[in-house]
């Protein structure tokens, strides 16, 4: 029997890092979600890694075509120049490429419920995220993590946790207990838990997971009966009677 969803999401650019671990990711039917941002930064070997990973059945989102904080470049310039410059390019220079971006993740984070209204425009699906309660609580205990699957269908918008475990080369992020704790409460009571990371790899001078990590989350999740499953997956999500 399964219960509960795990989302396991990769931002950024790393593609190259991604497309290394694609036999990781796959894992025990895993599928998983990268959102792209930085197209500028692609190669075009880049795109073809992508969709190889969207033949995998992973989904493809976007991430902004320069990262740019919705909350605060919308603040400078409005709703409209934001869209126009930010989130249109990203998404045609994406389709340009043969992807179908869907969903979007907010860069750092940032958001409010008017900008979550002007981007349901343009996808189904919105990430938002903040590494751990700032308040000292674990992962498990913070309700705005967890969705109950019944309601998938109907949610717009997934607020990921920190699954990286290190930066500039050092580990760092939350504990393995914490997760953990946090795939178990999404396994005891059917409900979705989104993470989200950046590059996979041994370590990194940005944020990174390390494979061994992704590996066991696949794992662990497994165990527990708790699907993998990306955002374009959500639609279809059905949960056992
Ligand atoms: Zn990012």
New binding site residues.
Partial sequence: MTRGALLLTF??FFVPEWAAAREVVRAHGARVTFFV?DLGRLSRPDFSKLRDLAADGHTIGA?GLH?LDAAEEIARVGPEAYVRDEIAPCLAGLRAEGLAPRSFAY?FGGRSPAIDELLARTFTRLRGGYSAPSDGRQLAEDDGYFIPVSELPSRRLLTAAGADNGRDFRPCGNSDAALLAALRRAADRDEALTLYAHAIAEAHENNYITPARVTWLIEQATELGVRCIGFDDLDEIISPS
């Fill in positions: 931002d950024d941002s991430h990262h860069p």
